[in-house]
């Protein structure tokens, strides 16, 4: 059952990844590199639930123990992830210095975005201008996705809330090579804007 689930990896406030180095055993953040997965993650069922546990899993195994975690879901559509074993401190994201979990309370640095499988392949096709190019309304084509600091995206001059438009990026997952499609999206400022996805 537990391995028939989806896959899920996190993204922390930097807009990093969560990533395990296989040479030291240890946790960090990164840039994800479009088309590669991070070397952790956890299998879930249901990541919409108020509160579910996170087995975080290296893909090379090796000793170093992870705590853990119980996940716990905001209103902003990101989770907080404390140890259960008893301390009550936190999965924290230190910018330029790694990731623990010594956290005694959970505030930016310990707010962590859920990214799914289709949220992955949708990044790696909207990150990368040799895979898709992506043009506004006026036809002017766009600087590619990038990931932004508070669990944003940015595509152009547009920066955008990942989890509010998160159905609308993983529908671009499904895109073929040769296809179009519309995305529409919700920003910061409160605007829709509208871009053009073409596979190359």
Request: charged share 20%; aromatic share 10%.
């Amino acid at each position: 059952m537990l391995y028939a689930s989806a896959r899920f990896w996190l993204l922390d406030f930097f807009g990093h990844v969560v990533d395990h180095d296989p040479l030291r055993d240890c946790l960090f953040s990164i840039t994800p590199p479009p088309g590669r997965y991070p070397g952790l993650f956890f299998f879930a069922d249901n990541v919409l639930l108020a509160e579910f546990t996170v087995t975080l899993r290296k893909v090379v195994s090796l000793p170093m123990p992870i705590p853990q975690l119980l996940a716990t879901r905001l209103p902003n559509g990101v989770v907080t992830l404390r140890r259960m074993d008893g301390t009550g401190r936190y999965l924290r994201s230190v910018e330029n210095e790694g990731i623990d979990f010594q956290a005694i309370q959970a505030k930016d640095w310990e707010h962590f975005f859920i990214l799914s499988e289709p949220m992955m392949h949708a990044y790696a096709i909207l990150s990368q201008d040799s895979v898709s190019t992506i043009t506004n309304e006026q036809g002017e084509v766009q600087a590619p996705l990038r990931l932004a600091q508070g669990h944003n995206g940015q595509i152009g001059d547009s920066v955008f809330s990942l989890a509010t438009n998160l159905s609308a990026i993983e529908d671009v997952a499904s895109l073929g090579a040769g296809a179009a499609a519309t995305l529409v999206l919700s920003t910061r400022s409160g605007d829709r804007v509208t871009f053009q996805v073409t596979r190359s």
